[in-house]
């Protein structure tokens, strides 16, 4: 990994002073000097926009502005901030820049909307999906901005590609001369701690361009931090506007927030909480349950019956049951034909580790059902970031010695990780 300076990092990063002095804890502070302790005093959570907007967009002022976003980027009250930012005289916003799925979601996976102008803004919007350096840098220096603010929801999983969206924009961003902005939300699966294999820089793709775990437990405006010290070969001007009221133990609920799914297949915070685990299956011949209404929680094939439940449960892994499932998925993988499989159903979230899961369910059903095989393209690689998850379960490895294998490397990146952390 690249390491700057304190002093060089602290000169590229900018945390606006208005918006962000001071301890992230903003709330049980303010209430804390009010007479109430931290313990007893109400929480309120308001979002990276929901605090720049307080201020009256001063961080915006005298900007031309484009962003970088989704239907995920809402406020409290479920309104779109595009919306709110081109209804507002003190904001020149000029430009949208959509990602995977596009800026009003309209797009499967591995889609995005092109393109065009907004009919209910008239804003001309930009396709970013898939694209990145120069040819980004010059569809942002098109659109006549000076500053790009990024405000999509994550899902914490290294292979949700948003958070590559902000990378290559960070990196566009830098190449032609922009200044960069990110609104934070929470990481709905928590920031308790980092955890899964880590990516070898040879198996980078979209689904993981730098070396960072498989679950990361970090913000976007953290990772953004992480990305402009550790990997952009030079930084980009950055400022991030932090939440209030968030704490790294909250998930998605803490929060308040309606959840928007910020991508077909992420309908609720339950899809998100165990997807950095299950998305796994994407690599192998099984279902990942695309095409049902619990994607990521129904895992099945044809040929599979109640054993693979049965063998799993048996594990007694922390936080989840496994029930025996049959579904017919509408469109993916066994399209229209019922299979037969699991259900995850997530009992302790605190307990839950969503990435050893994952694993133990790829043993068991290798060991369960004769028909297991990877994809031919050897996409798990892809998503686990080497070849040591799939090598060393075909060599006949339980999950604890395949979890095992990967300590070493997460170890090292739990302490880049700790040094852009900005919540308690």
């Known amino acids: 990994m690249r390491r700057l300076s304190r002093r060089t990092l602290l000169a590229a990063t900018t945390t606006a002073a208005a918006i962000s002095a001071g301890p992230p804890a903003t709330a049980a502070t303010a209430a804390t000097e009010a007479g109430a302790t931290p313990e007893t005093a109400p929480r309120r959570f308001r979002t990276g926009f929901d605090r720049l907007a307080a201020t009256g967009y001063a961080l915006l002022e005298g900007r031309r502005v484009g962003v970088v976003t989704n239907p995920t980027g809402i406020t409290g009250d479920a309104r779109h901030l595009v919306d709110v930012m081109h209804a507002d005289d003190r904001v020149d916003l000029v430009a949208v820049f959509g990602p995977e799925h596009g800026f009003r979601g309209t797009a499967q996976a591995g889609g995005s909307e092109g393109r065009y102008d907004d009919p209910a803004t008239g804003l001309p919007v930009y396709d970013t999906y898939l694209k990145s350096g120069q040819p980004l840098a010059d569809i942002f220096t098109a659109s006549g901005v000076d500053t790009v603010v990024f405000d999509i929801q994550d899902a914490g999983a290294r292979f949700y590609t948003y958070i590559w969206t902000l990378y290559d924009c960070m990196d566009a961003a830098r190449i032609a001369g922009k200044r960069f902005v990110v609104l934070d939300r929470p990481n709905p699966v928590t920031g308790r701690g980092a955890y899964g294999p880590v990516l070898h820089k040879e198996f980078a793709t979209f689904v993981g361009r730098e070396p960072i775990s498989q679950a990361h437990g970090m913000t976007v405006a953290e990772l953004a931090r992480l990305f402009n010290g550790e990997f952009l070969t030079e930084p980009v001007p950055l400022e991030t506007v932090l939440m209030s009221g968030w704490r790294r133990s909250d998930f998605y609920d803490a929060s308040g927030l309606p959840w928007v799914p910020p991508s077909p297949n ?74 037969g499989g699991v259900q995850l159903h997530v009992h302790d979230r605190a307990a839950y580790d969503p990435v050893r899961t994952g694993i133990a369910l790829l043993v068991t059903a ?17 998503l686990t970031g080497s070849t040591l998850v799939r090598t060393m379960i075909d060599a006949g490895a339980t999950a604890d010695e395949v979890v095992a294998g990967w300590q070493d490397e997460l170890a090292a990146f739990r302490r880049v990780r700790k040094e852009y952390l900005l919540y308690r």
């Not at 796994?280 to 054993?307: C, K, M, Q, V, Y």
């Not at 063998?311 to 229209?336: I, N």
């Not at 290798?366 to 892809?382: C, H, L, Q, T, Y």
């Open 366 to 382: 290798k060991e369960v059902w004769s028909g297991f095989a990877w994809r031919p393209d050897n996409w798990i690689d892809k």
């Open 266 to 339: 992420m309908p609720t915070p339950d899809t998100a909480l165990v997807y950095s685990g299950t998305c796994l299956f994407e690599g192998t011949n099984l279902s990942e349950g695309r095409g049902t209404t619990r994607p990521f929680e129904l895992l099945g094939a044809e040929g599979i019956d109640r054993r693979w439940a049965a063998e799993a449960e048996q594990l007694g892994l922390p936080g989840v049951h496994f029930r025996e499932a049959y579904f017919a998925p509408t469109f993916s993988k066994f399209q229209g034909r019922t299979v």
